[in-house]
């Protein structure tokens, strides 16, 4: 069992970057690989960004190639989404998911953290 916490989500300019943090408290937490999802009002939950528990990152949304990038620094716990030139289309809420079982979708997952608000205004 996983408990994670997202943070590092604010208001910030189109063009801009955020940090977003998927923090773990469990030393498990090396174990898991970790997902970024978002989701913005009225709309369906975008699966944005994977990475496996040794560090490779395993998927982009094509909408976020080329700007996001995630990383994890198992020592800390803790995996990283980096947002670059940031676009008002990227304001929604920002969720980390550990994968519950090896091959099992994210969206079956009991480890869901609570989310951050990033919103980008332009």
């Known amino acids: 069992q996983v408990r994670l916490v997202e943070s590092g989500g604010q208001l910030v300019q189109a063009g801009g970057s955020l940090r977003l943090s998927c923090a773990a408290s469990e030393r498990t937490f090396s174990n898991y690989n970790i997902a970024w999802f978002r989701q913005a009002p009225g709309k369906e939950r975008e699966f944005v960004t994977a990475?496996?528990?040794?560090?490779?990152?395993?998927y982009y949304a094509d909408s976020v190639k080329g700007r996001f990038s995630i990383s994890r620094d198992n020592a800390k716990n803790v995996v990283y989404l980096q947002m670059n030139n940031l676009k008002p289309e990227d304001t929604a809420r920002y969720y980390c998911v550990a994968e519950a079982e090896p091959g099992s979708r994210y969206e079956e997952s009991d480890y869901w953290g609570q989310g951050t608000q990033v919103t980008v205004s332009s």
């Open positions: 990475i496996s528990k040794t560090g490779r990152p395993i």
